[in-house]
């Protein structure tokens, strides 16, 4: 598989904090691969840094380009999408419509075709996130009127309008209660088998450990683990940082249980 993402070296400072320090984070075309951490690990802005929207040090690539230094408009029009952890909507738009602004991209000859009276349709990239996030039963509704996993998906379904090469998603389920959260699982497995590359942070390490074939793991900035599911809910390091390194021994001494919150803790 060829590398969608590639970090190499991407460090964050804020002043004299390290926030996040010579990182490297590799997502392949179409996994889903998860980003989690203890609070204040700095997944968030691992993210926000890929994006363009804090100043960052080393390389970003997407598809081999490298974004080093490019705008965040630039980097998303390149194919990088993400969510925010507060799903703002516009209320006096329909679901739909909701995707539909998210799916439009101004450009000269989409200026041009409207000039003369062509209208640039984007209804299809609005129809399809609709399709695969389940959302056409809300399709007319209007924010208000939604429970707040529909407006979780309708965020996720903006992001996944703009057709992007790479979906950022900052805590999605973050509220969600847990029939909300497991249907949002299986919709963001389905995204990601359907052929979106995603990288997913979220506080819900079952959800995390379920759906992801990758896991990187960050404690105080650093990468301490990556690999499959597995393979890092038995990590030591995995355990200490969640469990505190008085309990780490004796959690890592135990048997796997297969349960797939069996690193429990803090949360990401």
């Known amino acids: 598989m060829s590398a969608v993402l590639q970090a190499v070296g991407l460090s964050v400072r804020f002043g004299g904090v390290r926030a996040v320090e010579n990182v490297d984070v590799t997502v392949e075309e179409g996994q889903l691969v998860g980003l989690i951490g203890p609070n204040g690990a700095g997944k968030t802005t691992f993210v926000d840094a890929i994006t363009g929207f804090v100043r960052s040090t080393g390389r970003v690539e997407l598809d081999g380009s490298d974004l080093t230094g490019m705008a965040p408009h630039v980097r998303a029009r390149r194919g990088l999408a993400r969510t925010w952890q507060s799903t703002e909507l516009f209320d006096d738009l329909t679901v739909r419509e909701n995707l539909t602004v998210a799916a439009e991209r101004p450009s000269f000859l989409a200026l041009a075709a409207e000039l003369v009276g062509r209208r ?28 707040q996993g529909q407006r979780k998906l309708v965020g996720v379904g903006r992001a996944i309008a703009m057709r992007p090469r790479l979906l950022c998603l900052d805590e999605p389920a973050a509220g969600l209660d847990t029939n909300e959260s497991e249907n949002l699982g299986q919709r963001l497995r389905g995204i990601a088998d359907a052929g979106t590359t995603t990288l997913l942070i979220d506080h819900d390490m079952g959800l995390v450990m379920s759906i992801c074939d990758r896991i990187v793991v960050l404690e105080f900035g650093e990468v301490i683990a990556a690999g499959p599911p597995d393979d890092v809910r038995r990590d030591p390091r995995v355990v200490a940082a969640y469990l505190g390194k008085s309990d780490a021994g004796a959690e890592a001494a135990k048997p796997a249980s297969g349960d797939p919150g069996a690193v429990r803790g803090r949360t990401t």
């Open 120 to 147: 640039v349709d984007e209804s299809a990239a609005a129809d399809d996130a609709l399709e695969v996030l389940g959302l056409e039963p809300i399709a007319e509704a209007v924010p208000d009127e939604l429970t």
